[in-house]
């Protein structure tokens, strides 16, 4: 787990690994990082071609969190199509997804 610390004259927090917080002088105040920040995992999609997508498809303008939200569905669903798909190929035997594989694991 990570920790910020915070010298207590007001100098710049810094990160440091949990196991290594001995090796600091007690004068430091250590505060969890979880508490300070939310941690968010950086995205595949990049968001403006999200956006753009859903504005040639009637959007006229898209907020910060509908596209985050719009990344994060189009990614799982991406995701879900490829295990099906690869499901496919095994069973055809071939280690390549093709194009026929990508449109049968969508019917289903």
Known sequence: MRFVFHLLNNMRPN?????KMRDF????????????FE???MADLPIAAVVRIAKKNGAERVGSDA???????AEKYIAQLTKEA??????????TIKKEDVDLASKS
Do not use: C
């Open 86 to 95: 690869n499901k496919l190929a095994e069973h055809a035997g071939r280690k």
């Open 15 to 19: 990160i440091v690994i949990l196991n």
């Open 67 to 73: 596209a985050e939200a719009l990344v994060v569905k």
């Open 25 to 36: 002088p007690k004068k430091y105040l250590y505060i969890p990082i979880d508490f300070l």
């Open 39 to 41: 941690v968010r995992k």
